[in-house]
């Protein structure tokens, strides 16, 4: 647990958390909630726990994150945004029956792209839905 996260980090989780809340609905979840770690000893910038879909629970490294977004000069409003988005992913996949070391990066990180571009809740879950279809049918 970190018990000094970057504030500007956890400021922006916190208006994301808020921002986010119709495609929270939409996903089903009825509380998220996030706790800050000093890393994942994976290098991750965050991680979805498993087991709680519908009240996701995500750690986030402060510090990985916003050394990440520098590193790559990406904003860090972006960097976190996507970030939190890419893990709501991981819950909505989970929820629908798709066991998490099932779960493709690539996918969730498509959604979290595209809300974070397009702010469209439908368009951006239908990527999820997608996968979702694909997985059930192999």
């Not at 809340?21 to 800050?36: D, E, I, S």
């Not at 945004?81 to 493709?104: K, N, P, R």
């Amino acid at each position: 647990v970190d018990k000094r996260p970057l504030k500007a980090v956890k400021r922006l989780v916190d208006l994301i958390l808020k921002d986010t809340k119709r495609l929270q609905k939409a996903l089903g979840f009825k509380n998220v909630k996030v706790a800050y770690i000093v890393n994942d000893g994976r290098g991750g910038l965050a991680r979805y726990i498993a087991g709680t879909m519908d009240s996701p629970y995500i750690v986030i490294s402060t510090r990985t994150l916003a050394d990440s977004a520098r590193r790559y000069g990406v904003n860090l409003g972006t960097a976190v945004e996507t970030t939190v988005v890419h893990e709501f992913g991981h819950a909505y996949l989970e929820m629908c029956g798709i066991d998490t070391s099932h779960h493709d990066e690539d996918t969730v990180e498509d959604f979290a792209r595209e809300f974070d571009h397009s702010r469209n809740v439908e368009n951006s879950i239908a990527i999820l839905n997608a996968y979702v279809k694909n997985h059930d049918q192999a």
